[in-house]
């Protein structure tokens, strides 16, 4: 359980002096808040490798989520063993942020926790090469890419049905009256016979009754479908192809792990009364 003094905007993402000033002025607002008859909010953390969660100890709600990929800087006061406090970068605003905390006197073990789960975190983040969110990327692409394909496909279908109906009104026009000239079943409206899979290709002896050779594959020459647009592959999909949200999210996490995080035991000095400083 832990007294949490509250967060603040600081300008940088590091630096003792930045979090001495952000302990000082949240210090400084507890004590207003005391004389006032207000009492400082407890809460607990937890601390994995995905982040520093803290919760309402009653309700278990989550108050804060604070990715460690995001947290630049942690610090402790050598003095008086109760206070730590950690930089954070927002989510939502990209604002940094100083969260400080009153604990009962493990500070130096809350910060140093914070350190080693960052340290694992990074770890595995590199093990895996990034390969949650990149498979995360490949499934949206890929995604992605079935439904354009899904509206193009029925956009040539109603295409195809267009074609078939300004035909059959052609041929109507075109005929003598009263005459009708039924169209063979084994073709379609263009007169090709319709391709089967399961249709075994009919063979062509030669004069002297062997098989002639087989015809070279094309497939590595065929480059478009008879409608123009190039097959689908879902292998080449271009970085062009990931939503750019998931795109940030992967720069986001290797750039704050590059980053490193900051680990400093320091002494505050919150108040010039207090003997300890």
Known sequence: MFQFLGSTEVEQPKGTEVVRDAVRKLKFARHIKK??????PKVELQISIYGVKILDPKTKEVQHNCQLHRISFCADDKTDKRIFTFICKDSESNKHLCYVFDSEKCAEEITLTIGQAFDLAYRKFLESGGKDVETRKQIAGLQKRINELETENLE???KVQDLENQLRITQVHTLPAGSVTPISPSTDIFDM???????????????????PPPVPSRSAEIKRDLFGAEPFDPFSCGAGDFPPDIQSKLDEMQEGFKMGLTLE?????LDPLDSKC
């Open 35 to 40: 004389s006032e008859g207000q009492k400082t």
């Open 156 to 158: 040539l279908r109603n």
């Open 193 to 211: 016979v319709p391709f089967s899979p399961i249709s075994p290709k009919p063979s062509t002896p030669t004069r002297n009754g062997t098989q």
């Open 265 to 269: 035991g320091t002494v505050f000095c």
